[in-house]
């Protein structure tokens, strides 16, 4: 059965691994023993922030997926909060069983008990695949996203 709690620090080789385990990521992460600092200074900050949950994916206590959800307060939309899902990664031998659905009902649900009125994501153009995915789970493509590399 799969169980979702808030990652700890042994858990981060596991995740960035998974970061890095897909074409793209494989561009941008650094896989490395011991792990960059960075790595460890943004664990350190999203696990200081009430607002954001680094999530793991356990099946037998071993790490099968992650993703990070942001609680965002807003003006807009009558002050309505947003919960953002981030960085939603399944590990390779697990992927296509159905998990990443899970993950993504468990998430959404996360976000209705913080009393977000709106779910939003983004994942890269090139992810064809994930876009069919989350189509297919009721997200709509109703903006178009940018991005200022600094």
């Known amino acids: 059965m799969i169980t979702f709690e808030p ?3 042994h858990h981060l080789p596991d995740i960035v691994a998974m970061l890095a385990n897909d074409p ?3 561009t941008r992460e650094a896989v490395s023993e011991p792990l960059n600092p ?3 200074a943004a ?3 999203i ?3 009430k607002n954001q949950l680094l999530v793991v ?3 037998d206590r071993t790490v099968v997926g992650t993703m990070q959800l942001s609680f965002i307060p807003g ?3 009558t002050g309505a909060w947003r919960g953002q899902i981030e960085s939603v990664r399944i590990r390779q031998d697990k992927r296509d069983a159905g998990l990443g659905e899970t993950m993504i009902e468990w998430a959404i649900d996360r976000c209705r008990e913080r009393g977000c009125r709106i779910v939003q994501l983004t994942t890269d153009k090139s992810r064809e695949d994930a876009h069919r995915f ?3 789970l009721g997200f709509e493509a109703s903006h178009e996203g940018y991005k200022l590399k600094i």
């Open 24 to 26: 793209l990521g494989r």
């Open 47 to 49: 696990v200081a922030d």
């Open 134 to 136: 989350y189509e297919r």
């Open 7 to 9: 990652a700890k620090a």
């Open 57 to 59: 994916a356990l099946l």
């Open 38 to 40: 960075a790595y460890v």
């Open 75 to 77: 003006l807009a939309l």
């Open 43 to 45: 664990f350190d900050a």
